[in-house]
């Protein structure tokens, strides 16, 4: 006969393998007797567990609900699909994302590596529509999240935004997700003494787990760093506006990630942008929907006198056709035929 402990986890998936259970058909099917079953129920109820025992002609137990959710029991295809489902949720939109890489992290670390590759497969062959354009490989997350989670040292090959490659060798502190965008690694660099953002996207196969770290002190307003180094200081062009607002009404339309908002009075802020060329950051203030001054640098400036040059002449020809035909009132006089 099993020992206890094993006896208790095969009477724990039995329950929740399906609603009811009889009870000498749950006993034949542990290899127990009636009073073991009956011992072993008891046992599960003192760990937490909510076991309806209905008695008389038909009886049986049946797993209830209790106040607390109690710990689970799969089999390795429901581990798999569990697993992949969790991936897909972490790297798709919505607000699971986060919760989800959580419990991702405790699954995986109890996998065996066939089932992870396993759950890898079933979810690379998974659509979901909706979800952002830049998508992690969800092994080089969950790594990741555990080595900061556990504060241990990973190597990985980088590709930077200019498409140049590196061997990086960080302390991981923190996965950071931007909206409904990429993820990134927060880590200290020690090659380079200093804090450093990683797109995960862009981190080429799987990181190496190294030693444990010491901790350090990180950023002192980390999400303003994080900020900075994903909205501004990772692009070649940046800009510099002053825009008409108080700091709480400005930062319900524009995001962190997509610029640092610094309040000047009351009534305006100072809004940095980062992009990959001028006239991606010219359209992204426009985009913005805020009245702006005092913009800097001088080529930004540029863009958008060229942008507003190009918008004046559009509105000015509004009441034309293209090709020489007539104009809009001539058309609504003709009406329909």
Known sequence: MLETSARLLVLLSALQSRRFWAGPELAEHLGVTDRTLRRDVDRLRSLGYVVDAIS??????QLGRGAELPPLVFDEDEAVAVAAALGDAALGAG???DPAMRALIKLDGLLPRRLRARASALASSMLTLGRPRVRADP???VTLAAAARDRV????????????????QVEPLRLVRSGHGPWYLVAFDPGRGAWRTFRVDRVRGRPRVGERFAEREPPADLEAYVSSSIAVNA???KGRVRVRGSLAALQERIPPWSGTLTPIDGESCALEMGAPEWSVLAGMLVMAGVDFDQVEPEELAEHLR???ERLRRACAGRGEVSGGGAGRGERRRGGAR
């Open 139 to 141: 092994e080089v997350l």
């Open 306 to 308: 060229g942008v507003g």
């Open 56 to 61: 008389g002609p038909g009886g049986g137990y």
């Open 153 to 168: 040292a990973v190597t990985f090959r980088y590709e930077a935004l200019g498409g140049a490659a590196s061997q990086r």
């Open 95 to 97: 607000g699971a994302g």
């Open 235 to 237: 692009y070649p062009c």
